[in-house]
């Protein structure tokens, strides 16, 4: 069948077939299957294989598929794993549309084999599962699972999808999304992934109609490729993909040579993935929740977005514009065309600085407050509006009418009613515009906020046998032939020789020396540095460095270095490297001693980029790491240059990269590459 329906059989069979119902036990997982599908309202065929006597009003009961004589859409398989193969292919015989295993004991416990047959008998047939728990679509009244959840009452149907690593876990975020206001239409439980992966699933439903949020729960990245791609059909639809995940790859568990490595870890390049393809990428499962909102909302913001908070108590907005700034939000003062506006329209008692203080005389021009924020909606300089009123008992329609003012504006805006009366909020029912307290807030916004969380380095270890590194002076030339500037350099294999090419290239102190040889990567470690090295000190620090160098290094080609000290004012790190998951990753942040540190800011970005995701990484550097914006982008492209020439390179680490004025000039590099492509002639 086409790609595109193969999954059509699962959503919306026209027959389910359920194998091993139990005449004797009304609590086996097919027995609760076929309850479940009877009271859900599902309007199909029914059919029931079981080996013993069973009565079933609306059932048709049978001893095995093939007295069906037909194949029907879906077939259930609710038996041993050691039987699901033989099933399966009987299944496939028979013509079924697709199939759902609930057994656990494949893969996931390292029965390799086991699941390898059920592939092979499943041959082009999808399969969900195997170690799944089921299948929800209610347009269809198919529920597939044994989950106490849907005996419950529950909302109505509404425009998101749940694609789940975890069963359980996936219906506790429905049940979440449902408290919210917000109803779900399909659930589907992947289980181990043998025959249909997420991102299958994932695309079928984001192809629905009916669906706007598709939300992923992962317990482990196993095809990055796809999740870009779901991604990307997200983007081009119109629609969001939310992720919440605790997934691993091998980079934060591989050895790292180079800082660069030693920090990309699992979360940094999921968090790159994520913010490259529009997927809002969720720690938790409120703030899943959170993202699910803004994602109904259509509200995106750019990084270091700048908000006017509009309050009737300077305190909340002094507790508002601190914890904003540290999420990396700006609050910036207001425009005077802006404050000129707000002016005319009258109301603001105490300041109409940023935060705007409209002071405790509110109520006194309640019918002003719409206008000031019709005002602040105009400002081009705003990239959001937070309101902030407190109780309301005595004009609760005159919140209620403030509460659709700021879901109507241009400017996405939220509104903080603090101690509404009770059940006020609840009868709003704009959980998507309206919260009950500053800390839900700053939560909504957090997921709104690109932010990469830092993730902790991985201890250095010896290289494998298989990687060779290439010092800075064979570094230097590479980066410097693809337009990424180095620091003058003179080297020699003495002390004498570096202080005779330092006098003759005509430079004066203060200098930084450096030991330089292959088989030292971290050369600072072994005291290989030395920096502020002024005129009259050159000889004597050249020569205890030779001393300590050939102390540390067994490398033939080793050198002493020597370099001005540049004057800059801020230190980068940017560096690249290859994850066998997610691929080539460029990683950018803090430079120098803080390039290790993993509470310091650090953005990825995965090749290939667009020239709008390079540009929106160095918008970020510029504001977060003070760094020019034009030069940090030629630099970003000029190493995904280098890694395009030279597909034999593993890491890259540029550290630090100084900036001078409005230039970046490296003043260390280190690449690793493989031992065939790398081995010195």
Not at 194 to 222: F, T
Not at 357 to 377: K, P, Q, S, T
Not at 414 to 431: D, K
Request: some cysteine; overall charge negative.
């Amino acid at each position: 069948m086409p790609e595109v329906m193969r999954c059509e059989p699962l959503f919306r069979p026209k027959s389910i077939a359920v194998v091993g119902v139990s005449a004797s036990q009304e609590l086996s997982w097919g027995r609760i299957t076929v309850q479940r599908l009877l009271s859900g309202g599902y309007e199909g065929d029914v059919y029931a294989v079981t080996r013993g006597e069973l009565t079933l009003p609306g059932v048709r009961t049978v001893g095995s598929l093939a007295e069906l004589g037909h194949g029907p859409d879906l077939v259930v398989l609710a038996t041993p794993a050691a039987t699901v193969p033989g099933l399966l292919r009987e299944a496939r015989q028979a013509g079924a549309g697709a199939a759902i295993v609930y057994a656990s004991g494949f893969a996931e416990e390292g029965d390799d084999r086991l699941q390898d047959e059920l592939r092979a008998a499943a041959g082009d047939m999808p399969v969900l599962g195997p170690n799944c728990l089921g299948l929800v679509s209610r347009p269809a009244g198919v529920q597939v699972s044994t989950t106490v959840f849907l005996d419950r009452e529950r909302g109505d149907p509404g425009p998101v999808a749940i694609v789940t690593q975890s069963g359980a876990v996936g219906f506790v975020l429905a049940d979440l999304l449902e408290r919210a206001g917000l109803g779900y239409s399909y659930y589907a439980s992947v289980g181990n992934e043998a025959c249909l992966s997420v991102g299958e699933l994932g695309g079928h439903l984001l192809a629905q109609p009916d669906v706007e949020v598709l939300v992923l729960y992962l317990e482990g990245v196993r095809d990055a490729e796809g999740l870009r791609e779901l991604g990307r059909q997200a983007r081009q639809s119109g629609k969001t993909v939310v992720a919440l995940t605790v997934g691993r790859s091998a980079a934060g568990r591989r050895a790292a040579l180079s800082h660069t490595a030693a920090v990309a870890g699992d979360h940094l390049l999921l968090a790159s993935l994520c913010r490259q393809e529009g997927i809002r990428l969720v720690t938790d499962d409120d703030q899943l929740v959170d993202a699910v909102l803004c994602a109904r909302r259509g509200i995106r913001l750019p990084p270091a977005p700048r908000l006017a908070v509009l309050t009737m108590s300077g305190g909340a907005g002094g507790v508002l514009a601190d914890n904003l700034t540290a999420m990396g939000v700006r609050v910036p003062p207001l425009s005077a065309e802006t404050r000129s506006r707000l002016a005319a329209i009258g109301g603001v008692e105490a300041t109409d600085a940023n935060p705007v203080d409209l002071g405790g005389n509110l109520f006194r021009w309640m019918d002003r407050v719409e206008n000031l924020l019709g005002a602040l909606d105009e400002d081009p300089e705003l990239d959001g509006v937070v309101l902030y009123l407190t109780f309301g008992d005595l004009f609760p329609e005159a919140y209620h009418r403030l509460a659709r003012a700021a879901k109507a504006m241009r400017t996405p805006a939220w509104f903080v009613w603090a101690c509404a009366p009770s059940g006020e909020l609840e009868r709003l029912g704009m959980p998507e515009t309206v919260v009950g307290s500053i800390g839900a807030f700053l939560r909504r916004l957090r997921v709104l906020v690109p932010d990469a969380a830092p993730v902790g380095a991985v201890p250095h270890e010896r290289p494998a046998a298989t990687r060779w590194a290439w010092s800075e002076l064979r570094s230097a030339p590479l980066i410097e032939s693809v337009g990424i500037a180095h620091v003058p350099t003179v080297s020699a294999e003495s002390a004498d020789g570096l202080v005779a090419e330092v006098r003759s290239a005509g430079r004066r102190g203060p200098y930084v020396l450096k030991g330089d040889a292959a088989d030292v990567p971290h050369r600072a470690r072994h005291g290989l540095v030395r920096i502020g090295v002024e005129e009259g000190q050159l000889a004597e620090h050249a020569a205890e460095l030779a001393l300590r160098l050939a102390s540390a290094s067994t490398d033939q080609d080793r050198r002493l270095v020597a370099q001005p000290l540049l004057e800059h004012t801020a230190e980068l790190a940017l560096g690249a490297t290859h994850d066998p998951v997610y691929g080539t990753a460029l990683l950018l942040g803090a430079g120098g001693d803080r390039a290790e540190d993993p509470t310091a800011p650090r953005r990825g970005l995965l090749l290939p980029a667009t020239d709008e995701q390079i540009r929106e990484l160095a918008d970020w550097a510029a504001f977060v790491l003070d760094a020019p914006a034009e030069a940090t982008a030629q630099a970003v492209t000029s190493l995904a240059r280098l890694l395009d020439e030279h597909p034999g390179i593993e890491e890259v680490d540029i550290n630090p990269l100084c900036v001078v004025g409005d230039r970046l000039i490296a003043v260390d590099a280190l690449i690793t590459h493989h031992e065939e492509e790398g081995a010195r002639t």
